[in-house]
C-alpha cells in the first residue's frame, strides 16, 4: 500500500545505497566512485539488482565569486533487470558555497 498518492498503488520494497568514495587533487581535480546499487526484493532474482562499475571525474574552480563543480562519469551495469538499461553517463553541475569556519 502506498502511504502517498493512489492506495491501490503497489508497495515498493526497494534498498537504495550509493557508497562514495573520492581522491582530491591540490589542483581541483577529482576521481570518485559512488555507484547507485539497488535491489528489489519483490522481483525474480535474476532481475532484482542494479549493479554498476565505473567513475567519475570532475573539477572544482570558481566562476568569478560563485564556486561549481563539474562532473562526468561513465557505468557499466554488471547486473540489471531485463530490458533495462546496460550502462549510464552521468554528468553533474554542483554549486558550492563554502563556510571559513574552522
Known amino acids: 500500500m ?5 492506495r491501490r498503488r503497489g508497495s515498493v520494497n526497494v534498498t537504495y545505497i550509493e557508497p562514495d568514495v573520492s581522491y582530491n587533487l591540490e589542483s581541483g581535480w577529482y576521481a570518485q566512485i559512488d555507484p547507485p546499487i539497488s535491489y528489489d526484493w519483490t522481483a525474480d532474482m535474476k532481475d532484482a539488482w542494479v549493479l554498476p ?7 572544482a574552480f570558481s566562476v568569478g565569486p560563485q564556486a561549481l563543480s563539474l562532473q562526468l562519469g ?11 538499461p546496460e550502462w549510464m553517463i552521468r554528468a553533474q553541475i ?4 563554502p563556510s571559513r569556519r574552522y
Do not use: M, N, W
Request: aromatic share 18%; net charge negative; proline share 4%.
Open 74 to 84: 561513465s557505468y557499466d551495469f554488471l547486473k540489471h533487470p531485463e530490458g533495462g
Open 94 to 97: 554542483t554549486f558550492l558555497f
Open 53 to 59: 562499475v565505473g567513475a567519475d571525474i570532475g573539477r
Open 2 to 6: 502506498s502511504f502517498a498518492g493512489d
